[in-house]
């Protein structure tokens, strides 16, 4: 057990982390995306409830 938590600790010494700058541009595009997702998602679902409630 020892051998692996020190096997743990040596890998995660190799790990390069991302920089603060670099989160928030990630976490900003993830965020910005997901809000254009669902806003066309949206669009979609007010188009087709729309279109399906029409009565011809």
């Known amino acids: 057990m020892f051998k692996f ?5 040596h890998e ?3 790990v390069t ?3 603060a700058k670099q989160n ?3 976490t900003t595009t993830v965020i910005v995306t997901s809000v254009l997702f669902a806003l066309f998602l949206g669009a979609l ?3 087709f409830s729309t ?3 029409m009565t011809f």
């Open 45 to 47: 679902d007010w188009a």
């Open 51 to 53: 279109l399906t409630q």
């Open 17 to 19: 982390w991302p920089t």
């Open 12 to 14: 995660m010494k190799k």
């Open 5 to 9: 938590f020190k096997s743990v600790g």
């Open 24 to 26: 928030r541009r990630d």
